[in-house]
């Protein structure tokens, strides 16, 4: 079982991961852009089967990967805050690139294999969740519940975020200013994890 800090820090961890834009969240928001909630909502199981694959398998390879080399969860850290960091900048260049309601529809098999190969799962294996994640059946369980929980809102919001838009209902709302918001907080999240490590 996780104790309650760990369970606190990997889900605030998670939420931030999760609702910050990146190519599923872009996705979300093209397919309410283009079909609106209701038509969207069924993607969300795609992300979670996707994330479910690629997080069980990174967590059992580095799992069993840093028994031999104690230096990995390190470097793992490392590697996640410079992913993060050019996560940050990429996101703050391209921010004006956001959806249009022109965009080809979204399917199932796009979601699924765009979150399958989204290397966040490395970072919520690697480095989000506890290490206990992937050394118990019940951490695992818990762990899962908990990203499982914060998953669904996070899709939701970037489909209502998508339909909104399309809507005409955010008029207000310049996505391109969310977006660079967005890149800030990644760029401190990025050096939390520089700041962990070195400490």
């Given at each position: 079982?996780?104790?309650?800090?760990?369970?606190?820090?990997?889900?605030?961890?998670?939420?931030?991961?999760?609702?910050?834009?990146?190519?599923?969240?872009?996705?979300?928001?093209?397919?309410?852009?283009?079909?609106?909630?209701?038509?969207?909502?069924?993607?969300?199981?795609?992300?979670?089967?996707?994330?479910?694959?690629?997080?069980?398998?990174?967590?059992?390879?580095?799992?069993?990967?840093?028994?031999?080399?104690a230096w990995l969860p390190a470097v793992l850290r490392l590697a996640s805050s410079l992913y993060?960091?050019?996560?940050?900048?990429?996101?703050?260049?391209?921010?004006?690139?956001?959806?249009?309601?022109?965009?080809?529809?979204?399917?199932?098999?796009?979601?699924?294999?765009?979150?399958?190969?989204?290397?966040?799962?490395?970072?919520?294996?690697?480095?989000?969740?506890?290490?206990?994640?992937?050394?118990?059946?019940?951490?695992?369980?818990?762990?899962?519940?908990?990203?499982?929980?914060?998953?669904?809102?996070?899709?939701?919001?970037?489909?209502?975020?998508?339909?909104?838009?399309?809507?005409?209902?955010?008029?207000?709302?310049?996505?391109?200013?969310?977006?660079?918001?967005?890149?800030?907080?990644?760029?401190?999240?990025?050096?939390?994890?520089?700041?962990?490590?070195?400490?």
């Amino acid at each position: 079982m996780l104790s309650t800090s760990s369970a606190a820090l990997m889900a605030l961890g998670t939420a931030i991961v999760l609702f910050l834009p990146g190519p599923t969240n872009t996705l979300f928001a093209t397919a309410g852009l283009t079909r609106g909630i209701r038509r969207s909502v069924h993607l969300i199981g795609a992300e979670f089967t996707g994330y479910l694959v690629s997080i069980s398998v990174w967590g059992y390879v580095l799992t069993h990967a840093a028994a031999s080399f104690a230096w990995l969860p390190a470097v793992l850290r490392l590697a996640s805050s410079l992913y993060l960091a050019y996560l940050a900048v990429r996101m703050w260049q391209t921010a004006s690139a956001f959806p249009s309601a022109t965009q080809q529809s979204v399917g199932l098999r796009t979601l699924f294999t765009a979150t399958l190969l989204n290397p966040k799962a490395i970072l919520f294996a690697g480095t989000i969740f506890p290490v206990v994640t992937f050394q118990s059946l019940a951490a695992y369980l818990e762990t899962m519940t908990i990203f499982t929980a914060l998953l669904i809102p996070s899709g939701l919001a970037w489909i209502g975020f998508g339909a909104a838009l399309g809507s005409g209902r955010l008029m207000r709302i310049n996505p391109m200013h969310v977006q660079r918001c967005a890149s800030i907080i990644l760029a401190g999240f990025s050096l939390s994890l520089v700041w962990a490590v070195v400490h």
